[in-house]
């Protein structure tokens, strides 16, 4: 099982940016998916989630800019950001809580893709 993260790059504040993760790999389920970011001086911190069902939870810096959404056919999940500033900047990095066809649940994790916002 892994995810393939995509979508970063730079950007202009007030510039929008949508991320796409997909999980691929023998799945036999998957729970809650995220997005988290870092920047080098702060540990990561989670910018939104999204359960099987659809249920969303958000940071408070993101609320109202971005949304997060998951095409379950499809295994993906997706972090469209509206109106960026510069302190958006960060390495983004998704999140999966996965049952494979075989083996236990745990947490996996994309490799990050860059945000870069500025003028």
């Known amino acids: 099982v892994q995810l393939q993260a995509s979508g970063g790059g730079l950007v202009q504040p007030g510039g929008s940016l949508r991320l796409s993760c997909a999980a691929s790999g023998s799945i036999f389920t998957i729970n809650d998916m995220g997005w988290y970011r870092q920047t080098p001086r702060k540990q990561r911190d989670l910018v939104a989630a999204?359960?099987?069902?659809?249920?969303?939870n958000y940071a408070d810096s993101v609320k109202g800019r971005f949304t997060i959404s998951r095409d379950n056919a499809k295994n993906t999940v997706y972090l469209q950001m509206n109106s960026l500033k510069p302190e958006d900047t960060a390495v983004y990095y998704c999140?999966?809580?996965?049952?494979?066809?075989?083996?236990?649940?745990?947490?996996?994790w994309g490799k990050g893709t860059q945000v870069t916002v500025s003028s």
């Open positions: 999204i359960t099987s069902g659809g249920s969303t």
């Open positions: 999140n999966a809580d996965i049952l494979p066809v075989r083996g236990y649940g745990m947490d996996y």
